[in-house]
Protein backbone atom coordinates (compact mmCIF):
# COMPACT_ATOMS: atom_id res chain seq x y z
CA UNK A 1 0.00 0.00 0.00
CA UNK A 2 2.99 2.42 0.80
CA UNK A 3 3.90 2.25 -3.21
CA UNK A 4 0.14 2.90 -4.63
CA UNK A 5 0.39 5.91 -2.01
CA UNK A 6 3.63 8.04 -3.72
CA UNK A 7 2.14 6.89 -6.66
CA UNK A 8 -0.64 8.56 -6.11
CA UNK A 9 0.19 10.93 -3.71
CA UNK A 10 -3.54 13.23 -3.25
CA UNK A 11 -4.34 13.88 -6.32
CA UNK A 12 -7.78 11.93 -5.82
CA UNK A 13 -9.16 9.40 -4.06
CA UNK A 14 -10.09 7.43 -6.89
CA UNK A 15 -6.75 6.87 -7.77
CA UNK A 16 -5.95 4.21 -5.11
CA UNK A 17 -8.88 2.19 -6.35
CA UNK A 18 -7.47 2.66 -9.85
CA UNK A 19 -3.99 1.68 -8.93
CA UNK A 20 -5.34 -1.13 -7.49
CA UNK A 21 -7.26 -2.69 -10.24
CA UNK A 22 -4.77 -1.81 -12.43
CA UNK A 23 -1.87 -4.50 -10.28
CA UNK A 24 -4.54 -6.57 -10.06
CA UNK A 25 -5.52 -6.80 -12.93
CA UNK A 26 -1.83 -7.81 -14.06
CA UNK A 27 -2.01 -10.18 -11.80
CA UNK A 28 -4.73 -11.55 -13.64
CA UNK A 29 -3.24 -11.32 -17.09
CA UNK A 30 -0.30 -13.43 -16.02
CA UNK A 31 -2.26 -16.70 -14.07
CA UNK A 32 -5.70 -17.14 -15.37
CA UNK A 33 -5.49 -18.36 -18.67
CA UNK A 34 -4.05 -21.16 -16.96
CA UNK A 35 -6.88 -22.48 -15.87
CA UNK A 36 -8.99 -21.19 -18.25
CA UNK A 37 -11.52 -22.99 -21.48
CA UNK A 38 -10.27 -21.79 -24.61
CA UNK A 39 -12.28 -21.14 -27.59
CA UNK A 40 -9.71 -20.97 -30.92
CA UNK A 41 -12.02 -18.91 -33.73
CA UNK A 42 -10.32 -21.26 -36.20
CA UNK A 43 -12.12 -24.39 -34.76
CA UNK A 44 -15.41 -22.42 -35.67
CA UNK A 45 -14.83 -21.99 -39.42
CA UNK A 46 -12.36 -18.30 -39.08
CA UNK A 47 -9.42 -18.30 -41.95
CA UNK A 48 -6.62 -16.57 -40.88
CA UNK A 49 -5.86 -15.64 -45.00
CA UNK A 50 -7.57 -11.68 -44.39
CA UNK A 51 -9.67 -12.38 -47.80
CA UNK A 52 -12.67 -15.15 -45.66
CA UNK A 53 -15.36 -13.12 -43.72
CA UNK A 54 -14.99 -15.26 -40.34
CA UNK A 55 -17.38 -12.59 -38.75
CA UNK A 56 -19.81 -15.81 -37.96
CA UNK A 57 -16.53 -17.79 -36.63
CA UNK A 58 -16.05 -15.24 -34.10
CA UNK A 59 -19.40 -14.48 -32.84
CA UNK A 60 -19.51 -18.12 -32.42
CA UNK A 61 -16.62 -18.65 -30.62
CA UNK A 62 -17.84 -15.55 -28.56
CA UNK A 63 -20.93 -17.18 -27.64
CA UNK A 64 -19.28 -20.63 -26.83
CA UNK A 65 -17.09 -18.43 -23.91
CA UNK A 66 -19.66 -16.14 -23.19
CA UNK A 67 -22.05 -18.66 -21.96
CA UNK A 68 -19.53 -21.82 -20.84
CA UNK A 69 -20.07 -20.79 -17.40
CA UNK A 70 -16.31 -21.51 -16.51
CA UNK A 71 -14.44 -19.40 -14.00
CA UNK A 72 -12.63 -18.40 -17.17
CA UNK A 73 -12.87 -18.60 -20.57
CA UNK A 74 -10.71 -17.45 -23.37
CA UNK A 75 -11.52 -16.89 -27.07
CA UNK A 76 -8.32 -17.11 -28.71
CA UNK A 77 -7.50 -15.53 -32.05
CA UNK A 78 -4.37 -17.06 -33.40
CA UNK A 79 -1.86 -15.60 -35.77
CA UNK A 80 -2.60 -14.87 -38.92
CA UNK A 81 -5.34 -12.09 -40.71
CA UNK A 82 -8.65 -12.24 -40.05
CA UNK A 83 -11.20 -10.38 -42.17
CA UNK A 84 -14.12 -9.15 -39.69
CA UNK A 85 -17.10 -7.02 -40.80
CA UNK A 86 -19.15 -4.99 -38.38
CA UNK A 87 -19.19 -7.42 -35.29
CA UNK A 88 -21.02 -7.29 -31.44
CA UNK A 89 -19.80 -9.21 -28.95
CA UNK A 90 -22.75 -9.17 -26.13
CA UNK A 91 -23.01 -10.10 -22.98
CA UNK A 92 -24.04 -10.89 -20.09
CA UNK A 93 -21.93 -13.60 -19.88
CA UNK A 94 -22.52 -16.35 -17.65
CA UNK A 95 -18.45 -17.19 -17.44
CA UNK A 96 -17.04 -15.47 -14.79
CA UNK A 97 -14.29 -13.63 -16.64
CA UNK A 98 -13.84 -13.49 -20.51
CA UNK A 99 -10.43 -13.41 -22.43
CA UNK A 100 -9.86 -11.99 -25.74
CA UNK A 101 -6.17 -12.78 -26.53
CA UNK A 102 -5.60 -11.89 -29.93
CA UNK A 103 -1.97 -13.17 -31.56
CA UNK A 104 -3.26 -11.82 -34.97
CA UNK A 105 -4.61 -9.06 -36.73
CA UNK A 106 -7.96 -8.09 -37.53
CA UNK A 107 -8.60 -6.24 -40.84
CA UNK A 108 -11.97 -4.66 -41.98
CA UNK A 109 -13.05 -5.16 -45.36
CA UNK A 110 -11.32 -3.21 -48.19
CA UNK A 111 -14.55 -1.27 -49.03
CA UNK A 112 -15.44 1.36 -46.31
CA UNK A 113 -19.10 1.16 -46.82
CA UNK A 114 -19.30 -2.69 -45.84
CA UNK A 115 -19.42 -1.56 -42.04
CA UNK A 116 -22.86 0.68 -43.14
CA UNK A 117 -24.11 3.40 -40.33
CA UNK A 118 -23.66 1.77 -36.84
CA UNK A 119 -20.84 4.04 -36.10
CA UNK A 120 -19.10 0.86 -34.54
CA UNK A 121 -16.50 -1.69 -35.91
CA UNK A 122 -16.23 -3.93 -33.25
CA UNK A 123 -18.31 -3.58 -30.35
CA UNK A 124 -18.99 -4.85 -26.97
CA UNK A 125 -22.05 -4.48 -24.70
CA UNK A 126 -22.91 -5.36 -21.37
CA UNK A 127 -20.11 -7.03 -20.80
CA UNK A 128 -18.42 -7.79 -16.80
CA UNK A 129 -15.24 -9.35 -16.41
CA UNK A 130 -13.36 -8.52 -20.00
CA UNK A 131 -9.81 -8.39 -20.61
CA UNK A 132 -9.09 -7.80 -24.38
CA UNK A 133 -5.05 -8.60 -24.64
CA UNK A 134 -2.74 -7.98 -27.53
CA UNK A 135 -2.98 -8.29 -31.20
CA UNK A 136 -3.92 -5.90 -33.75
CA UNK A 137 -6.52 -4.08 -35.47
CA UNK A 138 -6.85 -2.52 -38.98
CA UNK A 139 -9.39 -0.72 -40.11
CA UNK A 140 -8.46 0.71 -43.58
CA UNK A 141 -9.54 3.76 -43.00
CA UNK A 142 -8.04 5.73 -45.79
CA UNK A 143 -10.61 5.13 -48.34
CA UNK A 144 -13.33 6.51 -46.06
CA UNK A 145 -11.24 9.84 -45.30
CA UNK A 146 -11.05 10.29 -49.02
CA UNK A 147 -14.57 9.70 -49.69
CA UNK A 148 -15.14 12.39 -46.02
CA UNK A 149 -12.43 14.63 -47.83
CA UNK A 150 -14.32 14.68 -51.02
CA UNK A 151 -17.86 15.92 -50.05
CA UNK A 152 -19.33 13.05 -51.59
CA UNK A 153 -22.14 11.56 -49.02
CA UNK A 154 -20.51 8.90 -47.00
CA UNK A 155 -21.18 6.63 -43.99
CA UNK A 156 -20.95 8.14 -40.69
CA UNK A 157 -17.61 6.03 -39.76
CA UNK A 158 -17.25 3.03 -37.64
CA UNK A 159 -15.04 3.52 -34.61
CA UNK A 160 -12.65 0.47 -34.29
CA UNK A 161 -13.32 -1.34 -31.12
CA UNK A 162 -16.41 0.36 -28.52
CA UNK A 163 -16.84 -0.51 -25.29
CA UNK A 164 -20.65 0.03 -24.00
CA UNK A 165 -21.91 -0.14 -20.31
CA UNK A 166 -19.45 -2.97 -19.54
CA UNK A 167 -17.52 -3.23 -16.23
CA UNK A 168 -14.24 -4.08 -14.92
CA UNK A 169 -12.26 -4.12 -18.58
CA UNK A 170 -8.56 -4.41 -19.65
CA UNK A 171 -7.74 -3.67 -22.90
CA UNK A 172 -3.69 -4.32 -23.04
CA UNK A 173 -1.34 -4.55 -25.53
CA UNK A 174 -3.42 -3.61 -28.42
CA UNK A 175 -2.27 -1.71 -31.43
CA UNK A 176 -5.16 -0.21 -33.65
CA UNK A 177 -4.29 1.23 -37.05
CA UNK A 178 -5.83 3.68 -39.43
CA UNK A 179 -9.67 3.81 -37.48
CA UNK A 180 -12.05 5.19 -39.87
CA UNK A 181 -13.03 7.21 -36.79
CA UNK A 182 -11.99 7.28 -33.04
CA UNK A 183 -9.87 4.06 -32.31
CA UNK A 184 -11.13 3.02 -28.94
CA UNK A 185 -14.34 4.73 -27.13
CA UNK A 186 -15.01 3.79 -23.49
CA UNK A 187 -18.84 4.67 -23.00
CA UNK A 188 -21.20 4.20 -20.13
CA UNK A 189 -18.30 1.84 -18.47
CA UNK A 190 -17.10 1.60 -14.48
CA UNK A 191 -13.41 0.41 -13.69
CA UNK A 192 -11.98 0.33 -17.14
CA UNK A 193 -8.01 0.29 -17.29
CA UNK A 194 -6.44 1.01 -20.89
CA UNK A 195 -2.43 0.17 -20.69
CA UNK A 196 0.10 -0.18 -22.99
CA UNK A 197 -1.64 0.62 -26.10
CA UNK A 198 -0.66 2.06 -29.58
CA UNK A 199 -3.35 4.54 -31.44
CA UNK A 200 -2.03 5.01 -35.23
CA UNK A 201 -3.41 6.93 -38.03
CA UNK A 202 -2.22 10.07 -40.47
CA UNK A 203 -1.78 13.12 -39.44
CA UNK A 204 -4.47 14.55 -41.72
CA UNK A 205 -7.32 11.88 -41.09
CA UNK A 206 -10.29 13.38 -39.91
CA UNK A 207 -12.33 12.51 -36.61
CA UNK A 208 -9.44 9.90 -35.75
CA UNK A 209 -9.35 9.89 -32.10
CA UNK A 210 -7.37 7.68 -29.91
CA UNK A 211 -9.55 6.91 -26.96
CA UNK A 212 -12.40 8.42 -26.16
CA UNK A 213 -14.21 8.86 -22.82
CA UNK A 214 -17.70 9.22 -21.73
CA UNK A 215 -20.25 8.81 -19.25
CA UNK A 216 -18.03 6.37 -17.39
CA UNK A 217 -16.12 6.38 -13.70
CA UNK A 218 -13.27 4.79 -12.98
CA UNK A 219 -10.92 4.70 -16.14
CA UNK A 220 -6.92 4.62 -16.15
CA UNK A 221 -5.02 5.68 -19.61
CA UNK A 222 -1.54 4.32 -18.76
CA UNK A 223 1.61 3.50 -21.04
CA UNK A 224 -0.01 4.05 -24.49
CA UNK A 225 1.62 5.97 -27.46
CA UNK A 226 -1.48 8.02 -29.61
CA UNK A 227 -0.65 9.44 -32.68
CA UNK A 228 -3.82 10.37 -35.02
CA UNK A 229 -5.42 13.31 -36.76
CA UNK A 230 -8.08 14.29 -33.91
CA UNK A 231 -7.44 14.35 -30.02
CA UNK A 232 -4.91 11.72 -28.69
CA UNK A 233 -7.58 11.56 -25.57
CA UNK A 234 -11.45 12.74 -25.71
CA UNK A 235 -12.85 13.41 -22.64
CA UNK A 236 -16.86 13.30 -23.10
CA UNK A 237 -19.60 14.61 -20.28
CA UNK A 238 -20.33 12.16 -17.06
CA UNK A 239 -16.85 10.94 -17.06
CA UNK A 240 -15.81 10.90 -13.19
CA UNK A 241 -12.64 9.56 -11.62
CA UNK A 242 -10.50 9.45 -14.96
CA UNK A 243 -6.77 8.97 -14.13
CA UNK A 244 -4.35 9.68 -17.56
CA UNK A 245 -0.36 8.45 -17.26
CA UNK A 246 2.50 8.40 -19.37
CA UNK A 247 1.18 9.16 -22.17
CA UNK A 248 3.21 10.13 -25.48
CA UNK A 249 0.41 12.14 -27.99
CA UNK A 250 1.21 13.70 -31.35
CA UNK A 251 0.54 14.31 -33.92
CA UNK A 252 -3.38 14.92 -32.92
CA UNK A 253 -5.27 17.60 -31.35
CA UNK A 254 -4.15 16.87 -27.72
CA UNK A 255 -5.75 15.45 -24.03
CA UNK A 256 -9.15 17.57 -24.42
CA UNK A 257 -11.95 18.04 -22.21
CA UNK A 258 -14.62 18.59 -24.36
CA UNK A 259 -16.06 19.63 -26.46
CA UNK A 260 -18.85 20.11 -23.98
CA UNK A 261 -22.20 22.48 -24.00
CA UNK A 262 -23.38 21.47 -27.37
CA UNK A 263 -26.46 20.55 -25.25
CA UNK A 264 -28.55 22.64 -22.89
CA UNK A 265 -29.26 19.31 -20.43
CA UNK A 266 -25.57 18.14 -20.36
CA UNK A 267 -23.09 15.75 -17.51
CA UNK A 268 -20.47 17.61 -16.29
CA UNK A 269 -16.53 16.16 -15.57
CA UNK A 270 -15.00 15.97 -12.42
CA UNK A 271 -11.54 14.38 -10.90
CA UNK A 272 -9.51 14.09 -13.86
CA UNK A 273 -6.14 13.85 -13.98
CA UNK A 274 -3.46 13.18 -16.44
CA UNK A 275 0.66 13.19 -15.12
CA UNK A 276 4.01 12.17 -16.88
CA UNK A 277 2.82 12.72 -20.67
CA UNK A 278 4.94 14.23 -23.14
CA UNK A 279 3.32 16.24 -26.56
CA UNK A 280 5.11 16.02 -29.83
CA UNK A 281 3.87 18.37 -32.78
CA UNK A 282 0.56 18.25 -31.83
CA UNK A 283 -2.10 21.20 -32.57
CA UNK A 284 -2.88 21.58 -29.02
CA UNK A 285 -1.28 20.29 -25.42
CA UNK A 286 -3.84 19.89 -22.40
CA UNK A 287 -7.34 21.59 -23.60
CA UNK A 288 -10.58 22.16 -22.55
CA UNK A 289 -13.23 23.34 -24.79
CA UNK A 290 -16.70 24.27 -24.45
CA UNK A 291 -19.90 25.56 -27.00
CA UNK A 292 -21.01 29.15 -26.47
CA UNK A 293 -24.56 28.04 -25.53
CA UNK A 294 -26.45 28.03 -22.09
CA UNK A 295 -25.86 24.41 -20.45
CA UNK A 296 -25.91 22.56 -17.35
CA UNK A 297 -22.74 21.25 -17.79
CA UNK A 298 -19.27 21.98 -16.10
CA UNK A 299 -15.72 20.53 -15.25
CA UNK A 300 -14.13 20.94 -12.08
CA UNK A 301 -11.25 19.43 -9.75
CA UNK A 302 -8.53 18.84 -12.84
CA UNK A 303 -5.46 18.39 -12.24
CA UNK A 304 -2.18 18.36 -15.23
CA UNK A 305 1.12 17.79 -13.91
CA UNK A 306 4.52 16.73 -15.00
CA UNK A 307 4.01 17.66 -18.67
CA UNK A 308 6.87 18.26 -21.68
CA UNK A 309 5.67 20.24 -24.86
CA UNK A 310 7.73 19.61 -27.82
CA UNK A 311 6.68 21.92 -30.65
CA UNK A 312 3.44 22.40 -29.41
CA UNK A 313 0.69 24.82 -31.29
CA UNK A 314 -1.50 25.32 -28.12
CA UNK A 315 0.39 23.79 -25.40
CA UNK A 316 -2.69 25.40 -22.50
CA UNK A 317 -5.65 26.19 -24.10
CA UNK A 318 -9.57 26.92 -22.42
CA UNK A 319 -11.35 27.98 -25.29
CA UNK A 320 -15.41 28.73 -24.26
CA UNK A 321 -15.84 29.84 -28.13
CA UNK A 322 -15.61 26.33 -29.76
CA UNK A 323 -17.01 26.02 -32.78
CA UNK A 324 -15.35 23.98 -35.32
CA UNK A 325 -15.45 25.55 -39.17
CA UNK A 326 -17.33 28.37 -38.32
CA UNK A 327 -20.83 26.62 -38.11
CA UNK A 328 -23.36 27.02 -36.34
CA UNK A 329 -21.95 29.34 -33.85
CA UNK A 330 -24.48 31.22 -31.46
CA UNK A 331 -23.75 34.75 -29.82
CA UNK A 332 -24.31 33.57 -26.50
CA UNK A 333 -21.44 33.02 -24.00
CA UNK A 334 -20.84 29.05 -22.83
CA UNK A 335 -22.93 28.02 -19.59
CA UNK A 336 -20.58 25.36 -18.57
CA UNK A 337 -18.79 26.38 -15.64
CA UNK A 338 -15.30 25.42 -15.47
CA UNK A 339 -13.44 25.80 -12.15
CA UNK A 340 -10.78 24.18 -9.84
CA UNK A 341 -8.13 23.49 -12.52
CA UNK A 342 -4.20 23.20 -11.77
CA UNK A 343 -1.07 23.23 -13.96
CA UNK A 344 1.63 21.85 -12.31
CA UNK A 345 5.38 21.36 -14.00
CA UNK A 346 4.46 22.17 -17.47
CA UNK A 347 7.31 22.98 -19.45
CA UNK A 348 8.82 22.55 -23.81
CA UNK A 349 8.09 24.89 -26.15
CA UNK A 350 5.21 26.27 -28.47
CA UNK A 351 5.01 26.44 -31.93
CA UNK A 352 3.01 30.18 -31.41
CA UNK A 353 4.13 33.04 -29.71
CA UNK A 354 1.10 32.65 -27.25
CA UNK A 355 1.78 29.72 -25.50
CA UNK A 356 -1.33 29.79 -22.21
CA UNK A 357 -4.60 31.14 -24.08
CA UNK A 358 -7.49 31.54 -21.70
CA UNK A 359 -10.62 32.35 -23.40
CA UNK A 360 -13.20 32.08 -20.51
CA UNK A 361 -17.33 32.55 -20.89
CA UNK A 362 -18.25 36.44 -20.01
CA UNK A 363 -21.19 34.86 -18.73
CA UNK A 364 -19.78 31.99 -16.72
CA UNK A 365 -16.25 33.08 -15.85
CA UNK A 366 -13.28 30.20 -15.23
CA UNK A 367 -12.49 30.38 -11.52
CA UNK A 368 -9.99 28.53 -9.02
CA UNK A 369 -7.64 28.35 -11.76
CA UNK A 370 -3.85 27.22 -10.32
CA UNK A 371 -0.65 27.59 -12.17
CA UNK A 372 2.56 26.08 -10.45
CA UNK A 373 6.14 26.25 -12.41
CA UNK A 374 5.52 26.98 -16.30
CA UNK A 375 8.33 27.19 -18.61
CA UNK A 376 7.47 27.73 -22.19
CA UNK A 377 9.11 28.89 -25.02
CA UNK A 378 8.73 30.15 -28.12
CA UNK A 379 11.95 30.58 -30.62
CA UNK A 380 14.27 29.72 -27.62
CA UNK A 381 12.42 33.32 -26.39
CA UNK A 382 9.71 33.72 -23.72
CA UNK A 383 6.19 32.96 -24.88
CA UNK A 384 3.61 35.04 -24.09
CA UNK A 385 -0.29 34.13 -22.47
CA UNK A 386 -3.93 35.97 -22.66
CA UNK A 387 -6.33 35.65 -20.45
CA UNK A 388 -10.21 36.13 -20.71
CA UNK A 389 -12.79 36.11 -17.71
CA UNK A 390 -10.76 34.18 -15.40
CA UNK A 391 -9.79 33.73 -11.84
CA UNK A 392 -7.09 31.62 -10.00
CA UNK A 393 -3.66 32.38 -8.59
CA UNK A 394 -0.32 31.28 -9.95
CA UNK A 395 3.06 30.86 -8.13
CA UNK A 396 6.70 29.36 -8.44
CA UNK A 397 8.48 29.77 -11.88
CA UNK A 398 6.15 31.25 -14.54
CA UNK A 399 7.25 31.64 -18.12
CA UNK A 400 5.79 33.38 -19.63
CA UNK A 401 4.02 35.66 -17.28
CA UNK A 402 0.79 34.82 -16.50
CA UNK A 403 -1.81 37.30 -16.75
CA UNK A 404 -3.48 35.16 -13.67
Known amino acids: MAYTSSFCGNIHNYCVAAVLLF ?42 ACSSGQRNAVMYIPKGRFLLKAVVFRGPCKTGQVTVQIDGTLVAPTDYRAL ?18 GGSLDARGAAFWACRKSGKSCPLGARSITFNWANSVLVSGLTSINSQAT ?18 APSE ?24 GDDCIAIGPGTRNLHMSNIKCGPGHGVSIGSLGRNLKEDG ?16 GVRIKSWARPSTGF ?40 SQVAYRNIQGTSRTAEAVTFDCSPSTP ?39
Not at 269 to 280: D, E
Request: glycine residues 8%.
Open 23 to 64: FSSMSLSQSSNAAAVSYNVMKFGARADGTTDSTQAFVKAWAS
Open 116 to 133: GNSGYWILFIKVTGLRVL
Open 183 to 200: HLVVNSCNNVVVRNVKMI
Open 205 to 228: SPNTDGIHVQSSTGVTITGSILQT
Open 269 to 284: VQNVTLTNAVFSGSDN
Open 299 to 338: VRNIIFQNIIMRNVKNPIIIDQNYCPHNQGCPSEGSGVTI
Open 366 to 404: CTGIRLQDIKLTYLNKVATSSCKNIRGTSTGLLMPDLCI
